[in-house]
């Protein structure tokens, strides 16, 4: 007993100290960084190997609202699928990453949205009229301005949001700076691409991306990613759709504007955009 005891103990500070050693990698990174435009920020770097013992190439597009041109917005279409680039290019904007969980067969998303004050869609329950856990949580958008909200346990949560445009997705990863509870599920604890936004303050929001599938990038699990978000400072943090979809888009760089590398073509490239249902951009 004695030894499985210390077995257990050096279990636990081991596992503690890889934590500590991938914050400092992730924190002490040199960045690559370039002004977008003002209040927008981005950043990129290709971790070798020194995160999570894994190669991650993560992006990060910084956002301060602090200047009154600056806005965030959803953009979506009720079945219509189109690359997260032709949803930038048509809204003008300076930047999207993609939204939340859809149907890839039909179109549409399967989560919540309301856009302008009007519901485009509703959640798709589970069989036993239970909620899925890409629809715990919503990012919420009032005059331009981003929060993510939790889930309080009501089958109705989502219409009593004071918020004009919302769009649930999940699981929710960081709230009011404490992690989240993740289930074990394969969805959860396996490395895929992902998506997330976060949010530092109420006029300081990010959206990342995570690459995957890829011997150059790995992806992240959800406790991965909420440890960078963390890392990062954020208070909120949530996940949006992953894998083939996850996106980001730059409309001021060079080639089609695709800053990640999209799995959805399985090559390591900027062209391998996978049409979805919804984006969310800043102007």
Same mark, same amino acid.
């Given at each position: 007993?004695?030894?499985?005891?210390?077995?257990?103990?050096?279990?636990?500070?081991?596992?503690?100290?890889?934590?500590?050693?991938?914050?400092?990698?992730?924190?002490?990174?040199?960045?690559?960084?370039?002004?977008?435009?003002?209040?927008?920020?981005?950043?990129?770097?290709?971790?070798?190997k020194?995160?999570?013992?894994?190669n991650?190439?993560?992006?990060?597009?910084?956002?301060?609202?602090?200047?009154?041109?600056?806005?965030?917005?959803?953009?979506?279409?009720?079945?219509?699928?189109?690359?997260?680039?032709?949803?930038?290019?048509?809204?003008?904007?300076?930047?999207?990453?993609?939204?939340?969980?859809?149907?890839?067969?039909n179109?549409?998303?399967?989560?919540?949205?309301?856009l302008?004050?009007?519901?485009?869609?509703?959640?798709?329950?589970?069989?036993?009229?239970? !909620? *899925? =856990? +890409?629809?715990?949580? $919503? /990012? %919420?958008?009032?005059?331009?301005?981003?929060?993510i909200?939790?889930?309080?346990?009501?089958?109705?949560?989502?219409?009593?949001?004071?918020?004009?445009?919302?769009?649930?997705?999940?699981?929710?990863?960081?709230?009011?700076?404490?992690?989240?509870?993740?289930?074990?599920g394969?969805?959860? !604890? *396996? =490395? +895929?691409?992902?998506? $997330? /936004? %976060?949010?530092?303050?109420?006029?300081?929001?990010?959206?990342?991306?995570?690459?995957?599938?890829?011997?150059?990038?790995?992806?992240?699990?959800l406790?991965?990613?909420?440890?960078?978000?963390?890392?990062?400072?954020?208070?909120?943090?949530?996940?949006?759709?992953?894998?083939?979809?996850?996106?980001?888009?730059?409309?001021?760089? $060079?080639?089609?504007?695709?800053?990640?590398?999209?799995?959805?073509?399985?090559?390591?490239?900027?062209?391998?955009?996978?049409?979805?249902?919804?984006?969310?951009?800043?102007?």
């Amino acid at each position: 007993m004695k030894h499985l005891l210390i077995a257990f103990i050096l279990f636990v500070n081991a596992a503690a100290s890889f934590s500590q050693q991938d914050s400092l990698v992730f924190t002490s990174a040199q960045w690559e960084t370039k002004d977008v435009a003002p209040g927008i920020v981005w950043k990129h770097y290709h971790f070798k190997k020194d995160l999570f013992n894994s190669n991650q190439n993560v992006n990060i597009i910084e956002i301060k609202l602090k200047k009154k041109k600056r806005a965030i917005a959803l953009a979506c279409e009720a079945k219509t699928l189109k690359p997260v680039s032709e949803f930038g290019r048509l809204a003008g904007a300076i930047a999207a990453i993609n939204g939340n969980f859809f149907d890839i067969k039909n179109g549409g998303s399967v989560d919540y949205i309301k856009l302008n004050d009007s519901v485009v869609s509703n959640n798709r329950l589970w069989a036993n009229n239970t !909620r *899925a =856990r +890409h629809q715990q949580a $919503a /990012v %919420a958008i009032k005059k331009g301005r981003l929060q993510i909200e939790k889930w309080d346990g009501s089958a109705d949560w989502e219409s009593k949001l004071k918020a004009a445009d919302i769009m649930n997705s999940g699981p929710l990863l960081l709230w009011q700076g404490e992690r989240q509870a993740l289930d074990t599920g394969e969805f959860n !604890r *396996a =490395r +895929h691409p992902r998506t $997330a /936004v %976060a949010c530092r303050g109420k006029k300081h929001v990010l959206f990342i991306t995570v690459d995957g599938r890829n011997e150059q990038s790995a992806g992240m699990s959800l406790p991965e990613l909420a440890s960078i978000i963390k890392w990062l400072k954020a208070k909120d943090g949530i996940n949006m759709d992953g894998g083939g979809s996850t996106t980001m888009w730059i409309g001021n760089q $060079a080639g089609n504007g695709v800053v990640n590398y999209p799995s959805d073509n399985k090559k390591w490239d900027h062209a391998g955009e996978r049409k979805v249902a919804n984006a969310i951009i800043v102007k």
